[in-house]
C-alpha cells in the first residue's frame, strides 16, 4: 500500500489540498500500477511560524502590507 506524506505551508483552500490529493493518487496508480483504493496520501500542514530555513521563519519572509 503506497503512501505519500506531504507537507505544506499553511495557505491553501480545501480545494487546493483536495486537488494535491487527487493529482498524487493518479501519479502513483500511473507510475507505480497501484490500485487507487490502495494509495494513502496524508497532507500536513505547518503554520508559516512554525518554519524556517536560515533561522527566518515563512512569515517573516512574507511581506506585509501597510
Given at each position: 500500500?503506497?503512501?505519500?506524506?506531504?507537507?505544506?505551508?499553511?495557505?491553501?483552500?480545501?480545494?487546493?489540498?483536495?486537488?494535491?490529493?487527487?493529482?498524487?493518487?493518479?501519479?502513483?496508480?500511473?507510475?507505480?500500477?497501484?490500485?487507487?483504493?490502495?494509495v494513502r496520501v496524508i497532507v500536513s500542514?505547518?503554520?508559516?511560524?512554525?518554519?524556517a530555513a536560515g533561522d527566518v521563519t515563512?512569515?517573516?519572509?512574507?511581506?506585509?502590507?501597510?
Open positions: 500500500m503506497p503512501l505519500v506524506q506531504v507537507t505544506l505551508s499553511a495557505g491553501r483552500t480545501p480545494d487546493q489540498v483536495r486537488a494535491l490529493i487527487s493529482a498524487l493518487t493518479t501519479a502513483v496508480t500511473t507510475s507505480i500500477g497501484a490500485p487507487k483504493e490502495a500542514e505547518v503554520p508559516p511560524t512554525h518554519w515563512l512569515a517573516e519572509r512574507t511581506p506585509t502590507d501597510g
